[in-house]
């Protein structure tokens, strides 16, 4: 009885020992499943992300617009680039990168005549007065004084264009502005404007009065093409040369063009057929002061409006 004792309590010690060690192998085993299960969870979570990103990315490149196919027929678009052929890789620019044509400065166009004149009112200074003294001289080619806008003193100086009046022809009342425009509602405007302020405008001045302008306008009659012309050169016998020189000129209608692309008007470069080699007005093309241009020398600026039309 008492050996039967002794292999029962070794039978019960033992199946005691049994039990404690199945209960530890389950906790491990159960432990090292649930680490590999987060382990793989993290994983697949990462994996699920990066799949997000790349297809959210993929989902905005889809949604930005293409860059516009670039058509470099204005001479100005490029210049200061690298000519075709240099500098390996670099040429084979994105075409967001490349030069993009604005459309900005009117290029040839038939002669749209003398119905294209008449629908034009013409806003600016002396050398825009000038339009309609010499049609009443007997230049009919040009426009008379009813499409001429300019203070009665002859000339708009444009750091004075908020306050300033103009002529208006149907009424003959001095009037400002904005109000010439509300009434009239022009199909197309031509401004000639800034000769004066060259000699006394920075950049910053004359960008702000000459757009400030454009707003006016726009805001008045939101329907009205507008070009900006350029300024006219002077010539070597100017007599204010040394305040209203070329060079200025010249840096002036640079301004004048980038206006005009940030407020989407057109840019009219007369300038171009009025400078001589020299960099001067030719002598023989202004009314004898250096500055104003002759009766015969607008015509030529007429004919040069005609074959530039804004369509």
């Known amino acids: 009885m008492k050996n039967k004792g002794n292999i029962f309590g070794l039978a019960w010690h033992g199946a005691i020992l049994l039990c404690a060690a199945v209960c530890v192998f389950a906790l491990l085993f159960t432990s090292c499943t649930n680490y590999k299960g987060s382990d793989a969870f993290v994983s697949e979570k990462v994996e699920k992300e990066d799949k997000n990103d790349k297809n959210n990315d993929k989902d905005k490149k889809e949604e930005e617009p293409a860059a516009p196919e670039v058509e470099l027929t204005d001479p100005l678009v490029g210049i200061g680039g690298k000519n075709e052929g240099e500098g390996g890789n670099e040429n084979q620019q994105s075409e967001a990168q490349q030069p993009q044509q604005t459309g900005t400065v009117l290029g040839v166009t038939e002669d749209a005549g003398r119905e294209y004149l008449d629908k034009i009112i013409f806003l600016g200074d002396s050398t825009t007065y000038g339009i309609g003294f010499y049609y009443d001289?007997?230049?009919?080619?040009?426009?008379?004084?009813?499409?001429?806008?300019?203070?009665?003193?002859?000339?708009?100086?444009?750091?004075?264009?908020?306050?300033?009046?103009?002529?208006?022809?149907?009424?003959?009342?001095?009037?400002?502005?904005?109000?010439?425009?509300?009434?009239?509602?022009?199909?197309?405007?031509?401004?000639?404007?800034?000769?004066?302020?060259v000699s006394f405008m920075d950049e910053q001045w004359f960008v702000?009065?000459?757009?400030?302008?454009?707003?006016?306008?726009?805001?008045?009659?939101?329907?009205?093409?507008?070009?900006?012309?350029?300024?006219y050169p002077v010539a070597a016998s100017y007599k204010h040369i040394d305040s209203i020189s070329n060079e200025k000129i010249r840096a002036a209608n640079e301004w004048i063009q980038t206006i005009a692309e940030t407020t989407g008007?057109?840019?009219l470069n007369?300038?171009?057929?009025?400078?001589?080699?020299?960099?001067?007005?030719?002598?023989?093309?202004?009314?004898?002061?250096?500055?104003h241009l002759s009766g015969e020398t607008f015509g030529k600026v007429m004919e040069y409006i005609r074959t530039h039309a804004y369509n």
Do not use: F, R
């Open 137 to 197: 001289k007997g230049y009919t080619d040009l426009c008379p004084p009813s499409q001429i806008w300019t203070p009665s003193s002859g000339t708009l100086t444009l750091s004075n264009q908020s306050t300033a009046t103009v002529v208006y022809p149907p009424t003959g009342a001095e009037i400002p502005i904005v109000d010439a425009v509300t009434d009239a509602k022009p199909e197309i405007m031509v401004l000639t404007l800034g000769v004066n302020g």
């Open 265 to 267: 008007c057109k840019y």
């Open 270 to 291: 007369t300038y171009e057929i009025l400078v001589s080699a020299d960099g001067t007005l030719p002598e023989s093309d202004h009314n004898g002061d250096g500055i």
């Open 208 to 231: 702000d009065e000459y757009s400030a302008l454009i707003n006016t306008i726009k805001t008045a009659s939101p329907e009205t093409k507008i070009i900006l012309n350029s300024i």
